[in-house]
């Protein structure tokens, strides 16, 4: 195995690992073994945890911004945030079982604090920074459009949590109908008063 291969193989060992089992639940050795990697080869690519939180972080950044990407050639800033929203049902029973990997890792990393709970952090400030510029582009004044930013992440990761608490995915596809009225109903930027 190529020493690339090996580092995408620990890295996407991990990123599996810290969402099914959790980061303070998962071994060295178990991300080696899932990598079919030497125990030792962790190591030289990853000297801390949180060499290794940065590393998935990344890898999970990298993935959302390739859909964020695909979003983005959308006409409109509303049909773009409906694609996230739509984007919540291929991943419904995956977080129903596991919850949401991106917000287990910040719970996790942010009981340690310190480098690893920034680290974990930095998909959801980036997704937050998305909607918020689609909110604006929208025709919201900023401190409108972190607030609609702020209540999409947030209702998103409610349902999730109950969904993965009850083992249920209603409340996702509850939540992805009521996210899609909301902002289907938001009025386009011609319409809404000036503030």
Known sequence: MAVADKRT???????????HTGFEH???ADIAAAAKVPVGNVYYYFKTRTDLVKAVTEHRLAGVEARRAE????????DRLLAYVDSFEKHTEDMTAHGCPVGSLCLEANKQGGDAAKEASAVFRSSLEWMRIQFRAMGFPDKVARAHAARLLGARQGSVLLSNTF???T????EIARLKGWLGKLPPAGERKKS
Request: cysteine-free; charged content about 25%.
């Open 71 to 78: 979003w983005d050639s959308l006409a409109s800033p509303r």
């Open 26 to 28: 998962t071994s060295i």
């Open 9 to 19: 193989s620990l890295v996407r060992a991990a990123d599996t690992l810290f969402h």
């Open 167 to 169: 083992k249920d995915p």
């Open 171 to 174: 409340y996702i596809r509850l």
